[in-house]
């Protein structure tokens, strides 16, 4: 991750647009996050925890949100899409990715406030994954989930994914996605940067 300034983090940030136009920001997830951030997934409904975590659970346990606040330890990153509301910077979706240098992959999940869902926010907020993709070096993103969770299943054929059967769990389905997006062209500015800067310091640039 050497091509990532991990010290700075406001640069990886990207502004994204609900389908009403509103602003919603997209950062990597900060310590000063940790009760905003347990107050989200409090405050998701029964079914939209047990999407994003294929279990029943009420919040997350300790392990699981330090690995949350975690952000470039072992490849794995959190974002937090939130927005104004009533004076407050208010979480209103998160997504988990972790990047497989090995294979190539970056593999991602993610979850939307039921008050906002409908807003266009996960459709957005995928898009933005995809750039984060690219600029890694990824050639394939997917997810997997539950294959009852329509909604999920809905967002990523939209969103250009093709379906595959989970390798481990029959319940689950998997979706994955080609990213063939050239450093230059990856639409987020930030992330271009990030992948110009990674593909200048490959092996293969100087060769």
């Not at 997934?41 to 279990?55: D, P, W």
Request: net charge neutral; with cysteine; proline share 3%.
């Amino acid at each position: 991750m050497s091509t990532l300034r991990l010290e700075d983090l406001k640069q990886y940030s990207d502004t994204l647009r609900t389908r009403r136009g509103e602003a919603i920001n997209v950062r990597f997830v900060q310590p000063r996050d940790t009760e905003e951030l347990q107050h989200y997934f409090r405050s998701l409904s029964t079914r939209s925890r047990y999407n994003r975590f294929f279990g029943a659970i009420s919040e997350l346990p300790k392990g699981l949100l330090d690995d949350f606040l975690q952000v470039g330890e072992r490849e794995r990153f959190t974002v937090v899409a939130t927005k104004m509301v009533d004076g407050f910077e208010t979480i209103v979706a998160e997504a988990r990715y972790a990047f497989h240098v090995e294979t190539s992959t970056l593999e991602f999940g993610l979850s939307v406030d039921d008050r906002w869902q409908g807003h266009g926010i996960a459709t957005a907020l995928m898009k933005n994954l995809e750039c984060r993709a690219a600029a890694l070096g990824a050639e394939h993103m997917f997810g997997d989930t539950l294959r009852s969770n329509e909604t999920m299943i809905s967002l990523a054929r939209k969103s250009g994914f093709a379906f595959v059967n989970h390798p481990d769990d029959w319940k689950l389905v998997r979706f994955d996605k080609e990213i063939a997006v050239a450093p230059k062209d990856i639409p987020c500015a930030s992330w271009r940067l990030a992948a110009l800067s990674r593909q200048a310091d490959s092996p293969s640039a100087s060769a």
